[in-house]
C-alpha cells in the first residue's frame, strides 16, 4: 500500500525541480535557435564538420535538402486510402494452469472520396493462440527461448508487418499511405547489423526483420508509402548535431574530447543545450502544418537495411510535434514524401491531433483487462470440461486475497 502522506515533501521538492528546469530549458532552446541561424549562414561548413565528427550519440545527418529548412503545409487528394496495423497480447504466465499466450492484431482501413471498390473504412482484428510446444519456444538470437518479454514483442512486430503488408496489397490501385505505429528503426529486434545477419533463417530475429524488409520493398514496387508515426517523440538526433556544431574543435572527437578536463567555463561547450529535444527545438521553427527537412538517421542496426535506411522529419500537427520516419525509397521520391507529408497532417487533424487511423488500429488490437478475464476463464472452464490437469503456483493461489 502507498502512504501518500509519506510522499508530500517530495512531490513539493519535484514541482520546485520542474519550476527551476523550465527557466533553464528557456534559456537552453535560445541558444539552440541561435545556433541554427549560424548554421544556416554557412550550411556547408555545418556538413563538413559533422562529415568528420565521431560522437557516442545519434547525430541527425542531413540530406540534400538545407538543414532545418521548413516545408509548408501540403493540399491533401480528395480521395485516399490511410492503413495502419497494431497488435496486443496476453502473455504467458508461468504461475497459471497454462502456458499458451495470445496474440490479437488490429487493422484499420480509412477510405476517403469515391472509391468504386471499397466500402468507407474496415476495421477488425484477429486473435492467434499459441499453445503447442513448437509455438511457445522458438530460436531468438541463436538460443532456444520461450516466447515471453522481448521474444514475444518481436513474433508480434512480426506479425503486424505481414497484416499491414496485406493490406497494401488489397489497395494499390489508389493513393494510400500505410501508417506504423512507431519507429522503423528496428533497435529493439538487434543493435548489431553483423550479428543479425549471421542468424539462421529457423531464428526469429531475423524472420522479423526480413518480413519488415518485405513490408518496406513491396510497398516500394506498389507505389504505397510508409511511415513511421512517433507521438510526442524524445529524440534528440538534430539537437546532436547542434552540439557538434557548438563545439570549438575542428574536428570533434567526443571521446578524446579536449574540454573534459580543461574547466571551460565548468562545463562542456555542448552542454549549453543539455535537455533540449527535438520536438522543443522544431516547435520553435515549425508553423502548424508545417514539416522540416530531411534528416538521415545513423543508427547502427540501419546498416543491415541495405539502400533504404531509414530517413526522418519532424512535423507541426498543431497539437503536438510528430516525428515522421520513411524508408529510403520514400525519401528519395519527392511525390511519395509529400503524399505522406499530406495525409499524416490530415489524420492528425481528423484525430484531434493524431492519426485517426493509427489510434483505431490500436482500438481493435488492444486486449482489455476485462478481455483478458474473460479469456482465462474460458480456458479454465474448457481445461476442467476436458479434465485436462489443473495445477496453479502457490503465489498465484496467495495472491487471489490476503490473511489480514
Known sequence: MLDL????????ALSSYQQGRAHYLEQALGIAKDQVK????????????????????????????SPFKSHPPIDCPKSYSALSADGSQISPNRHSPHSAFLINIG?????????????????????????EEN???????????????????????????????????????????AFVDGTLILWSIETDPERLQRLGTDDLKLQSFLSFMRLISDSKELG???GGYISLPGSNDAVNALKVSLCPSKIVDCDKCAYKTSGFDGSLPCDKINGVTDAQLFRCLLKDGERSSLFESSSEILKAYGDEKVF?????VGREIARIEVPGWVARNKEALNLLHAICLDQANKGMGYPI???EAHEQAVVKSSDKSMFDQLVLQSLIRQSAPIKESQKALRKRGGFI
Open 224 to 226: 504505397v508509402p510508409v
Open 38 to 65: 549560424m548554421i544556416l549562414g554557412n550550411i556547408d561548413a555545418f556538413r563538413h564538420k559533422l562529415a568528420r565528427a565521431t560522437t557516442s550519440w545519434l547525430v541527425a545527418i542531413p540530406t540534400d535538402e
Open 312 to 316: 526522418f522529419f519532424y512535423l507541426n
Open 357 to 359: 487511423v493509427v489510434a
Open 5 to 12: 502522506s509519506k510522499l508530500y515533501v517530495q512531490i513539493a
Open 107 to 131: 487493422f484499420a482501413e480509412l477510405n476517403y472520396g469515391r472509391f468504386q471498390d471499397s466500402k468507407p473504412y474496415k476495421l477488425k482484428s484477429e486473435p492467434y493462440l499459441f499453445f
Open 135 to 177: 509455438d511457445i519456444k522458438c530460436r531468438f538470437g541463436g538460443e532456444e527461448r520461450s516466447i515471453e518479454g522481448q521474444v514475444l514483442a518481436v513474433l508480434r512486430q512480426k506479425m503486424e508487418s505481414e497484416a499491414l503488408l496485406a493490406a497494401i496489397k488489397s489497395c494499390s490501385n489508389r493513393p494510400a499511405v
